[in-house]
C-alpha cells in the first residue's frame, strides 16, 4: 500500500488530483491510499499524532480561507521538526520561481498549475517505477493456471522444500518452486533475504534485532535472522 495525502489550492483541485489517482490505481492495481485535507494544519495535526505518509502532493501556498500554514511551511516542519525524509514531497505552484524556495525541502517533483492529468500521473508513474517493487508484479503457476500478485502485497516468502509460500497482505498462498530460483527475479529487488527459507518485504519490517525481525500484517510475526545473513541484514536496513 502506498499512503498519499493530497492538499490542493482549493478542494477542487484536491478531488481533481485524487481522481487522477484513483484513475492510474484501478489501471495498475497498486493500492493507493490517498487522503485529502482542506489545509495544511489538517495535515500537520496528522503528524502530530504520528501518522506518516509515502507522498505529499501540497500547493505551496495557503489553501483553504482560514488557513495560516502555507505548504512550504508546511514542508519545512516535516522535514525540520518531524525529522521526515522519506516522505516524497511533491510541490504545486502558479509561480515557477517558487521551485527555488521549495527545492530546500528535497522534492521529488514540481507541478505548475493548472494541474493536468498527465502531470500528475507521470509523477506517480515516476515514484513507483522508483520504488520497483511496488510496481512490479509476480506471476506463478497455481492449479495448472497463470496468477499474478502485486508485490507490494507480499510480505514475505517461506520456502519449503520443493513448495514455497507467498505470505501476502490478506492470505497464505501455496506453490511448487524455490527460493534461491524466484529470488533472481528483479520484482523481488527490495526483498532481503535474512534466512535460507525466508525473504522478507523490507516494507513490511516493523523491528529488527541481531536474530530476529518483526513482519506486521494481521498478525505480528517473528522471523529468524541466520548467523550469517546478520550483517548483510544490518546493512539493507539502514540504507532503506
Given at each position: ?67 495560516s500554514l502555507s505548504g512550504i511551511e508546511l514542508a519545512g516542519r516535516i522535514r525540520n521538526f518531524y525529522g521526515d525524509e522519506k516522505a516524497e514531497l511533491v510541490f504545486v505552484s ?147
Open positions: 500500500m502506498i499512503k498519499i495525502a493530497v492538499i490542493g489550492k482549493n478542494i477542487c483541485d484536491s478531488r481533481f488530483i485524487k481522481e487522477r489517482l484513483v484513475d492510474y490505481d484501478v489501471k495498475n492495481s497498486i493500492d493507493l491510499k490517498i487522503s485529502c485535507f482542506e489545509k495544511c494544519e489538517t495535515l500537520d495535526a496528522e503528524y502530530s499524532d504520528f501518522n506518516r505518509f509515502d507522498m505529499i502532493i501540497l500547493y505551496v501556498g495557503y489553501s483553504g480561507y482560514d488557513s502558479d509561480e515557477a520561481g517558487d521551485a527555488c524556495d521549495a527545492i530546500r525541502f528535497r522534492p521529488f517533483d514540481f507541478i505548475l498549475t493548472p494541474v493536468t492529468p498527465g502531470a500528475v500521473l507521470n509523477t506517480l508513474d515516476r515514484y513507483v517505477k522508483k520504488k520497483c517493487g511496488s510496481f512490479h508484479r509476480f506471476s506463478f503457476i497455481k492449479d495448472r493456471t497463470e496468477n499474478i500478485i502485486m508485490v507490494s502485497r507480499v510480505r514475505y516468502l517461506q520456502s519449503m522444500g520443493k513448495r514455497l509460500i507467498i505470505h501476502t497482505v490478506n492470505d497464505n498462498i501455496e506453490i511448487y518452486g524455490r527460493l534461491s530460483e524466484v529470488m533472481k527475479q528483479d520484482c523481488f529487488s527490495e526483498f532481503i533475504l535474512i534466512h535460507k527459507s525466508y525473504l522478507v518485504n523490507s516494507r513490511y519490517i516493523e523491528q529488527y534485532s541481531y536474530n530476529k525481525v518483526y513482519v506486521y500484517g494481521k498478525e505480528r510475526e517473528e522471523l529468524p535472522v541466520s548467523r550469517n545473513r546478520q550483517d548483510e541484514v544490518k546493512k539493507r536496513l539502514i540504507n532503506i
